[in-house]
């Protein structure tokens, strides 16, 4: 007991003694600073945030340590008070003269590595952050693809307390993707997966992409565009479980998506509560709508377009600032959506600031906005603002953020873009039964950061040799119509085949522009100069078209686009007319072209076709159609007859006709085997027909329709990819020639 006792008194003493400490304070009559030479003892007394004939407690000292420590200008820091007098000593840090990289001598990977250093030439070094502005350095690589990169760091010490610091890098070699994989409940097959992505596994063709090698930024945007394509495929509760790297032979990486698909939902009850002054019959169509996509599969695409059609009409009919917003109920594999209005008050756009464009002028960025200073914010047109901002293709990223003015009602429009490499070079090459082709081409989508599109490029088949140089300002001097320019030189040899040659050398100038929603239309004059040779053994009605030609036309284009993607649709359509008016020529060639290509998918896996092609060409004045302007059946129309072979005929020579047409059914086929995930199969049906010539009764020409059917696939090989068809003549006529098996080998890089 009395050792307890004992042990109490100690306890309280100490407490006793620690509270007094702790409230102890003392004056400070005077700051005494030693141990500095380049920072002034003003400026250690500002930091210390003491003063004289002040009282300063332990506390006190303990800020004043952690003030000057977080300035970064000393290595080391004493601080203690003797006769009220308050000492403080430092330990300079020492100053960074230069900052070197070796081993790295791309300026490009350099600026992009140390962009994030804390560290600069000329401040204060410290080791701590020294050691993070490596790590830094050693992420960026990563981000660039160099997985096995090395830093190594020396100081080397000068006099007056400055020293170098010297990053030993080597950045090794890029992790490259050797293979792609998706695992778990994925439902789709791989090569699907692999086209929404962007990363993409390594080829030696593909010497110019980069998307080729690992890199976690992408990979994360990867995911993201993954998991929206499963929300689109009604897949609501997917999970993008993981994705990670798995390390196959030195600097080969398999990148595995992991995926748990889910089951999927269907669209159930959708209802829309509208406040009681509004008008139900402006939304009737809306209501149509719901009841359309009943038991549809949940896409979030069709919320987002309910969204904005809800958005649109009530702007439109009710003249009123809305925000739509709606709650989700599931209930075993159908999802109820209540869509809601709230009136909001009217928001003016006071300012709007754009960064991050260091290439591409404001003034283009500023073109694609659909609301402007001093107009009342709009939600929709916002939205549809960013959209064409991301369609040009000119931005790794657009961000923008909405914050208050300086003044009541108003807003500021903060729009942050990160710019991406605009130009490519592009190379391909192509080998089939009907014959080879190569192609090389030079493309700037963003020229002088005006937007501007450069393009250039030959062609070269069996028949054919092609070269063109092309520009385009999408937005001529500020009009919002897109104006071209194009020059090219084709030179067709079909003396073996339909009895004559042309070369012809030409001028286009043009303008298109969107007139209405997915609606454009389109403007062009096209000059050329023609000469035309035939074969000896030609016909004489075909030797009389042998001369020079000068023709001057005009082109009128209707556009309407309604696909859900520009490459590789699922659903909706896309329709063309063209008509080709001659303005001065010899022949007087009148020429009209429809095309019209509807899309669906009628279920899982599936992407299912149908097309239609229309095309005339007649002397408005009674004249025969120049050889070179007559008309053949596209090759890719009618699968399983030989290009060009047929049709009606002059002797031996195929001529072709006043008039094309086809009908094209396509659809493809579910996998039956793992191990075909890289491979598209598909069934088709074609049926075309060209017929019609201008002369003599002498002429084979009897009209009839040609079909085929047959299966296609595509493959995604190691070596790039190959398409091969084979098919089977239905109906043909006597002088046709066929072509069952057909294929083709090549790509671009």
């Avoid at 050693?138 to 160099?146: D, S, T, V």
Wanted: no cysteine; aromatic share 12%.
């Amino acid at each position: 007991m009395l050792i307890i006792s004992n042990f109490k008194r100690l306890f309280i003493f100490l407490l006793f003694l620690l509270i007094i400490s702790s409230s102890y304070a003392d004056v400070i009559n005077k700051i005494e600073i030693s141990g500095n030479s380049r920072v002034s003892d003003e400026s250690i007394k500002m930091f210390s945030n003491i003063k004289e004939k002040q009282n300063i407690s332990t506390d006190d000292i303990n800020r004043v340590l952690k003030n000057l420590y977080d300035t970064n200008f000393f290595k080391t820091v004493n601080v203690k008070v003797e006769n009220e007098i308050l000492k403080i000593f430092v330990e300079e840090n020492p100053i960074i003269q230069s900052i070197f990289y070796e081993g790295i001598k791309a300026e490009k990977i350099k600026d992009a590595i140390v962009v994030n250093n804390k560290l600069k030439e000329k401040s204060s070094f410290n080791e701590i952050i020294l050691n993070k502005d490596r790590e830094i350095i050693l992420e960026n690589l990563k981000k660039l693809g160099y997985y096995f990169a090395s830093v190594d760091i020396n100081i080397q010490n000068l006099d007056d307390n400055k020293l170098n610091i010297i990053y030993d890098i080597d950045i090794g070699e890029k992790a490259k993707i050797s293979k792609i994989s998706f695992i778990g409940d994925k439902v789709f097959k791989d090569k699907k997966l692999s086209n929404i992505i962007l990363s993409e596994e390594y080829k030696f063709w593909k010497f110019i992409s980069g998307k080729k090698y690992l890199n976690q930024e992408l990979i994360n945007f990867d995911k993201r565009l993954l998991r929206n394509y499963y929300l689109n495929k009604g897949y609501y509760n997917v999970k993008i479980n993981s994705s990670f790297a798995k390390l196959i032979d030195m600097n080969e990486f398999e990148l595995i998506f992991n995926i748990d698909a889910g089951k999927k939902i269907y669209f159930g009850d959708i209802s829309l509560g509208l406040p009681v002054e509004f008008d139900k019959e402006n939304y009737s169509q809306l209501f149509e709508f719901f009841e359309k996509l009943k038991d549809e599969p949940y896409s979030l695409f069709q919320v987002e377009k309910i969204l904005e059609k809800i958005e649109v009409i009530t702007i439109n009919e009710q003249n009123e600032t809305v925000k739509s917003k709606f709650q989700e109920t599931i209930v075993d594999n159908k999802i109820n959506l209540n869509f809601k209005i709230d009136e909001t008050e009217k928001i003016f756009v006071e300012k709007i600031n754009i960064y991050g464009n260091n290439i591409t002028r404001e003034s283009v960025i500023r073109n694609q906005f659909l609301v402007d200073e001093g107009d009342q914010f709009n939600e929709i047109l916002f939205s549809k603002t960013l959209s064409k901002l991301k369609s040009l293709n000119f931005f790794k990223s657009v961000k923008s953020e909405i914050i208050d003015g300086k003044e009541d009602g108003f807003n500021i429009i903060n729009l942050s873009v990160e710019e991406k490499a605009t130009g490519e070079i592009m190379a391909g090459a192509g080998t089939g039964t009907s014959g080879g082709s190569l192609t090389a081409g030079v493309k700037e989508n963003n020229y002088l950061g005006k937007g501007i599109k450069v393009d250039s490029g030959f062609t070269i088949t069996e028949e054919t040799l092609k070269g063109n140089f092309f520009v385009k300002n999408p937005n001529y001097n500020n009009t919002d119509k897109s104006l071209y320019f194009n020059a090219q030189a084709i030179e067709v040899d079909r003396l073996s085949t339909t009895g004559y040659k042309s070369n012809k050398q030409g001028l286009s100038i043009g303008t298109e522009f969107e007139y209405l929603d997915d609606l454009s239309l389109g403007m062009s004059f096209d000059n050329f100069y023609e000469r035309i040779s035939v074969d000896s053994n030609a016909s004489a009605r075909q030797k009389a078209q042998k001369g020079n030609y000068w023709d001057t036309f005009v082109e009128l284009d209707f556009f309407y686009d309604k696909r859900n993607y520009v490459y590789d649709p699922t659903d909706g359509f896309f329709s063309q007319y063209s008509v080709g008016l001659p303005l001065i020529s010899e022949t007087n060639t009148l020429t009209n072209t429809y095309n019209y290509k509807v899309f669906t998918e009628l279920y899982e896996n599936n992407v299912t076709s149908a097309s239609f092609l229309l095309k005339t060409a007649n002397s408005i004045t009674g004249d025969d159609v120049k050889l070179s302007e007559r008309l053949y059946i596209p090759a890719a129309k009618l699968r399983g007859f030989e290009s060009g072979k047929v049709g009606p005929k002059d002797g031996s020579d195929y001529i072709g006709g006043n008039y094309v047409s086809s009908i094209n059914l396509t659809t493809t086929v579910p996998q039956v085997f793992e191990q075909l995930q890289t491979v598209d199969i598909g069934l088709f049906f074609d049926a075309a027909n060209v017929w019609g010539v201008d002369y003599d009764s002498s002429i084979s020409d009897n009209s009839k329709i040609r079909s085929s059917i047959g299966v296609g696939l595509d493959w995604k090989s190691a070596i790039g990819p190959m398409s091969f068809s084979l098919a089977q003549p239905l109906t043909k006529d006597t002088n046709d020639v066929e072509e069952n098996f057909r294929f083709k080998i090549g790509t671009s890089f």
